[in-house]
């Protein structure tokens, strides 16, 4: 069965930074693209970021442009969001997931993760 496991999530003031990660195992890592979504309370769970299979192909919200990186290790078997300048708005349940073939945008993935919280203080 595979796992994808967020980890890295936390409370943070605004402004800090904090680094995501999720380690995938059971299936062949670097055949898959990899995203990040996130669910704030009450809202959709929306997209925030997307890498491709080798990492040559990535795709952001515009609402992190510029303040958060997504990167790939495909030896370790996990994807990663750096993500700097956090704002009260970013606070939500960070979820990774993983997308047989290529990167999208949309939750059209095969697995997910269980999420990790993200929670910025103003």
């Known amino acids: 069965q595979v796992q994808l496991v967020e980890s890295g999530g936390g409370l943070v003031q605004a402004g800090g930074s904090l680094r995501l990660s999720c380690a995938a195992s059971?299936?062949?890592?670097?055949?898959?693209?990899m995203g990040w979504f996130r669910q704030a309370p009450e809202k959709e769970r929306e997209f925030v970021s997307a890498?491709?299979?080798?990492?040559?192909?990535?795709s952001y919200a515009d609402s992190v442009k510029g303040r958060f990186t997504i990167s790939r290790d495909n030896a370790e078997n996990t994807v990663y969001l750096q993500i700097n300048s956090l704002k009260p708005d970013d606070t939500a349940v960070y979820y990774c997931?993983?997308?047989?073939?290529?990167?999208?945008?949309?939750?059209?993935?095969?697995?997910w993760g269980q999420g990790t919280q993200v929670t910025v203080s103003s």
């Open positions: 059971r299936l062949t890592f670097s055949r898959y693209g």
């Open positions: 997931a993983a997308k047989y073939g290529g990167l999208a945008t949309t939750k059209v993935y095969d697995y």
């Open positions: 890498i491709s299979w080798s990492g040559g192909s990535t």
